[in-house]
């Protein structure tokens, strides 16, 4: 099994009594160290984490969470957290449950969130929305010729539709990939006889 750093940013492992050790356990998921790992279909080795458990562990920042991208439960509460960076969780598309110090606010507000409840020190965002799907956000989040995609709390993609490709969605037909590589590769080979050509005429004069 890889070992993953995030997994080990804190002492100790998931306990069961956790709101994410429960999950881990209903998930059928796999302990390792503050992750909860559940096995790819139809490969030997190869995991991906569902939950990740950093709370009470002193940090005072937390920088790159990009490994649990897959995670469905995050809990970074009890921490001595100031700020978080605006893009941290920037293509968590699984992300529903996500537990912070109170005095953080949930990742792209509390308009990208079903739920948002304060309980003691911990600050719970539940429910992660789909931005692409509210009232009015398609057409004014993506160009037209374009589709909108949920890219994490707060975040979307926008990705071309059919044939259009380009600034914007805006040129219509397949991407000339043939031409734009085939005048890519014959400027290199010209620039590069050029050169040659050059560095001779020097060694020569030398």
């Not at 970074?76 to 941290?88: C, E, F, G, R, T």
């Not at 969780?89 to 537990?99: A, E, K, V």
């Not at 707060?154 to 600034?167: A, L, P, R, V």
């Amino acid at each position: 099994m890889l070992q993953m750093k995030v997994c080990h940013l804190c002492n100790g492992t998931v306990q069961n009594s956790t709101a994410l050790g429960q999950f881990c356990s209903a998930s059928a998921g796999l302990i390792d160290g503050c992750c909860c790992l559940l096995r790819k279909e139809n490969t030997s080795n190869a995991d991906y984490i569902i939950g990740l458990d950093l709370s009470n562990c002193s940090l005072s920042h937390v920088e790159d969470l990009q490994e649990a991208s897959t995670a469905a439960m995050i809990d970074i509460s009890l921490n001595p957290i100031v700020q978080l960076n605006n893009s941290l969780f920037q293509g968590f598309i699984q992300l529903d449950n996500l537990f912070l110090p109170v005095n953080l606010a949930c990742p792209g507000g509390n308009a990208s969130w079903d739920k948002v409840e304060v309980k003691g020190e911990t600050r719970h965002c539940e429910g992660q929305k789909d931005i692409c799907n509210q009232t009015g956000h398609l057409s004014l989040n993506c160009p037209e010729n374009s589709l909108c995609a949920a890219y994490g709390p707060g975040f979307f993609e926008c990705s071309c539709i059919d044939d259009f490709h380009g600034y914007k969605c805006l040129r219509e037909g397949k991407f000339p990939i043939v031409k734009v590589f085939g005048l890519l590769g014959a400027s290199t080979v010209l620039v590069s006889i050029l050169l040659w050509v050059t560095q001779r005429r020097k060694v020569k004069s030398v």
